[in-house]
């Protein structure tokens, strides 16, 4: 998740994210695609270029990845095991 302002100068850059991924995925260079964002400064451009998205990563961690992605029937519980019922009944152990 890119930070939504550049650290230095405090231009706008989160809403920059998405278009320069497509921008590489379209086959422009990482110069054409910061120069046709309006990325100028170098501050600016570092933030976009040195970024690595995490979020999918960040994923792997969730408590609760199974319930929220994929909810799904719910397990049947396990029955619970039953006590050895044998002949001998004791009352008190033994000594
Ligand atoms: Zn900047």
Redesign the pocket.
């Known amino acids: 998740m890119i930070p939504v302002r ?6 706008v ?1 989160g809403n920059k994210w998405e278009p320069y991924q497509q921008s590489l995925k379209n086959g422009c260079s990482v110069n054409e695609a910061l120069d046709s964002l309006g990325l100028a ?1 170098s ?2 451009r570092g ?1 976009l270029m040195t970024h690595i998205d995490l979020t999918d990563d960040q994923m792997d961690y969730d408590p609760k990845p199974k319930e929220r992605h994929n909810p799904g029937p719910k397990p049947e519980p396990k029955p619970k095991p039953q006590p050895q019922v044998s002949g001998l009944k004791r009352d008190k152990p033994d000594n």
């Open positions: 550049c650290f230095t100068c405090g231009k850059v400064r501050c600016c933030m």
